[in-house]
Each structure stands twice: as C-alpha cells, then as structure tokens.
C-alpha cells in the first residue's frame, strides 16, 4: 500500500505560516493536497504501470481511481483499480472487481475463479483445479468469440453458459430452452424477428457446443425440464484437449481450453515503490503552496 505524509520539520517559513491558520484549515489543505497529488500523479503513474500487460483492456486501465478521498478529519487516501469511485458509484462491469482480475499480476501466485468459471465448474463441467484460457491464435480461435484485447467476448460467454445450462442459480430463468438449442442444432432460422410465423428457412449450418475432459465428451440435453450430461469416451475424443468445442456444420472449433492452474510472477507494482520519493515530494510542495496562498488571502483580507 501507498503511504503519503507530510513532513514539515526543518522549514521555518513554513512553520511561521502554519501559526498563522487554524489547526482546521492547515488539515483542510493537507487534504487537499494529497488529493491533488493522487489525481494528478498517482492515478496517471498507476495506469502507466498497467501498460506493462499486453493489450491491457480499457475496462482494467480506467479503473485505476481515488477510491477514498482524504479529509481533514481523515488524513488517508486510497488509490487503484477498482470499480468503486470516491462517491461511493460503481461503474464498469457489473460485479467484475479489477482487484481479481489484478491479483495474481501484482502479487504472484494462483488467479481467483472468474465468475464463468465458477458457474461451469458448479454444474460439473469445469474440472476441479483446473480454469479456462483462450485457445491460441495461431492455432485458430471461434469466429466471433473473442474482442481485440484477446478477451472472451460477454455477449459470446453468456450465449455459452446459456447453452451449457450453467445458470442454476438463476432458476433456469437463463438458460437456453431446449427448443432454441434444437434450432441450433438444426441450422433452421426465420426470415425475420417480425414475422415470427413465418417458415423456416435453409439449409444453414447446424452448430453445437460440447465438453471435452480428459478424453471423454460430454453433451446435456433437457429431459422433463432437468438437465442430462451424456459422457462418451473415444478415441477422437482422446486426441482433443480438454476444454469445449463448437461444432459448426462438419467443422471442429476450440472455444476454450481447460489448463492447470496456472501459477502467475509478480508483473506489476502498484504499490509505486520506486516512484514513492517523488510523489512524497509532489504532496508536500503542493501542501507549502497551498499554505502560503491560504496566509496570503487571509492577510488581504
């Protein structure tokens, strides 16, 4: 954690000024001083050190923020990334905290469950200690599934825990019918979402996700409204990774692969270790400019 503090001892101007405030107001500036410093320094210097990850998304970069302001009756401060503003308003994603998402990067060691996978490992899909990744690049990724950041897109992953019927904590209310997955495993569309009567139209490619765990596939399908996991074990099956597939048409796509928990090295620093003189210096020119302004205006008046 960032500590900031002023120090005052050894300036005899500044010690003549401070006589001349009230005990109030010199706290009163000492706030705002780290403020301002935190605003115009801290928080840039955070967000700079975050450009050490490759493609860092605009989501975790912006989050850097003055989570807790100082006061005068409060001399601390609280910066870094967070989806909570000094007001105390939430802005992002909802219910994605960057402090997981930066966890193991800061810190080393294990990265926590994302909430997709903690839904796919409740309903038995996800294998205990493993977690998701996006399949290589260069090996080909499913066309439409990830954003510019190398990210699972929201839209995609809620489509596939949809299917998956991973929302059981939502009483079902999420996941797909088993007559929308049939019409995905058909290919068949309608023409329009304004004529809901009308035909169905085709050929079109049928398309359906599947699971793959160390050599056995699983499929679900719903039976009296309750959800069947169908395993098989074969050898095409052995040759594939672990993690889910999509099927598209006769064509094969890795979606996400399932990996051993990956152990993370410390990347970033956003406790400023090697910045922590100069911005101590920063808040106390910034508290001796505010004092001596503050002395000036009470003598005008």
């Known amino acids: ?110 990265r926590r469950d994302k909430r997709s996978e903690k839904r796919l490992r409740q309903v038995g899909w996800l294998p205990s200690g493993m977690q998701v990744v996006v399949p290589d690049p260069a090996k ?45 495993h058909s290919g068949r569309k309608r023409p329009g979402k304004n004529d809901p009567k009308a035909p169905f139209q085709g050929p079109a490619r049928s398309q359906r996700y599947f699971v793959i765990g160390h050599g056995v596939r699983t499929t679900s399908s719903i039976v009296g409204g309750e959800q069947v996991l169908k395993r098989t074990v074969g050898r095409q099956n052995s040759r594939l990774r672990p993690g889910i597939y999509a099927q598209v048409g006769t064509q094969l796509h890795a979606v996400l692969m399932f990996v051993p928990l990956p152990r993370y090295q410390p990347k970033v620093d956003l406790s400023m270790r090697a910045m922590h003189a100069q911005l101590q210096d920063q808040v106390a020119r910034t508290f001796r400019a505010r004092v001596y302004e503050a002395v000036e205006k009470a003598a005008r008046a």
């Open 140 to 184: 080909g990724q499913f066309p439409g599934s990830v954003d510019a950041y190398g990210n699972i897109r929201g839209p995609f992953m809620q489509q596939l825990l949809s299917y998956l019927q991973a929302y059981q904590d939502s009483g079902h209310m999420q996941n797909m019918s088993d007559q929308k997955r049939a019409r995905m």
């Open 1 to 110: 954690m960032l500590r900031l503090s002023i120090d005052t001892s050894g300036n005899e101007k500044l010690a003549r000024a401070m006589k001349e405030l009230a005990t109030g107001r010199i706290r009163e500036e000492a706030a705002a001083a780290m403020n301002i410093v935190a605003h115009k320094h801290v928080v840039p210097a955070m967000r700079r050190e975050l450009q050490k990850f490759d493609r860092v998304t605009p989501f975790v970069e912006r989050s850097v923020r003055l989570v807790k302001a100082a006061t005068p009756d409060d001399l601390t401060l609280q910066v870094g990334p967070s989806y909570r503003s000094a007001l105390g308003s939430e802005g992002g994603k909802v219910g994605v905290d960057p402090q997981d998402v930066l966890q193991a990067q800061q810190l080393g060691g294990y």
